[in-house]
């Protein structure tokens, strides 16, 4: 089958938080997001790079409804950086949760990036926690190694991924979304506005079949 995309060098495949805690049977399950595992198994045999993002959230995060008392999950706050949407306990540090899935096969990773861990602002992005203004440090690692395109797969389309996604676009990466290695959880239209968002900035969307799979 022929491939539209050829990833040499310059790009890299980001992984974003393919844990326990966002598939079927966790804290804060993404629908039927555990069938992007072997989706993503697949792809990753076909990038010299590969790099991982984690959720790595302190016990007493901001960002869990149950740290604010009579607020439940999936409500919003307002916090020092803004609207906040609050979520169920999830991906604590050092717990089951937060392990990445048992079955993802990716012996290549060269890099893993944790987000999320500053108990006070919460992190969707790969490139910036949520106040906008603190960096990860992904994107000079990126440039240092002389990647220039990113290709995103994980979860949830419509929150971390497609926030790391307009992020990266900003700072001037090509960026691919495969989208059949993505799921959401589209929260009150969130998916369709993301899709929007996504386009708008520039990023490609592709299918399997574009590399040949």
Not at 113 to 139: Q, V
């Amino acid at each position: 089958m022929m491939s539209k995309f050829r990833p040499g060098d310059e790009a890299l495949l980001l992984v974003v938080d393919i844990q326990n805690d966002f598939c079927p049977g966790g804290a804060l399950a993404v629908p039927d997001g555990d069938a992007v595992v072997p989706v993503v198994n697949r792809l990753a045999a076909a990038f010299p790079h590969v790099a991982m993002t984690q959720d790595w959230h302190p016990i007493d995060h901001r960002s869990f409804a149950v740290n604010h008392p009579g607020k439940k999950p999936y409500e919003t706050v307002a916090l020092s950086y803004g609207e906040q949407v609050l979520w169920p306990v999830h991906c604590v540090q050092g717990s089951d949760g937060a392990a990445f899935h048992a079955k993802l096969d990716l012996p290549r990773v060269e890099f893993i990036l944790r987000k999320g861990c500053r108990r006070d602002i919460d992190s969707y992005s790969a490139f910036f926690e949520n106040d906008r203004r603190t960096p990860t440090g992904l994107a000079g690692y990126l440039r240092e190694r002389s990647m220039t395109r990113i290709f995103l797969c994980g979860l949830a389309t419509d929150f971390c991924v497609n926030f790391t996604a307009l992020d990266a676009r900003a700072a001037g990466f090509e960026v691919v979304l495969i989208d059949a290695a993505c799921r959401a959880i589209d929260l009150n239209g969130s998916l369709q506005a993301a899709h929007k968002a996504m386009a708008e900035a520039g990023v490609v969307v592709a299918d399997m079949s574009d590399f040949g799979l």
